[in-house]
């Protein structure tokens, strides 16, 4: 869980890396802290539902969505060929496919 959990985190720089190159420092500063955070909230709900507890995993969903509609629309201001309700339709379907795979797993249901 630790060496996967360090590869996550690992992933918001190597993206703002690349994304820092095109849309400069300030950008990518908050393109970082809006992806980190999301995979902070993933950590916790996925904890959350080890741990059964279903009011902790219901709050982890509705600020993943919150943060994915953040991401969405900060997105769609930097780049006006990227719409927001695409990126949310995108990041929502992320998040229910994450949560799918984490409940399988959690059932053992490989």
Do not use: C
Not at 15 to 22: A, D, P, T
Not at 24 to 49: F, R
């Amino acid at each position: 869980q630790e060496a996967v959990m360090q590869r996550l985190n690992k992933i918001p720089i190597e993206f703002g890396n690349i994304f820092g190159i095109v849309f400069g420092v300030h950008v990518t500063e908050k393109y970082i802290n809006l992806i980190s955070d999301s995979i902070k909230i993933l950590e916790s709900l996925i904890t959350a539902q080890i741990n059964g507890d279903t009011n902790a995993v219901n709050e982890y969903t509705k600020q993943l969505y919150e943060n994915a509609d953040q991401i969405a629309a900060f997105v769609s201001q930097i780049n006006p060929y990227w719409q927001e309700n695409e990126w949310k339709s995108l990041l929502y379907e992320f998040i229910r496919l994450t949560i799918q795979e984490s409940t399988t797993f959690l059932n053992k249901e490989y």
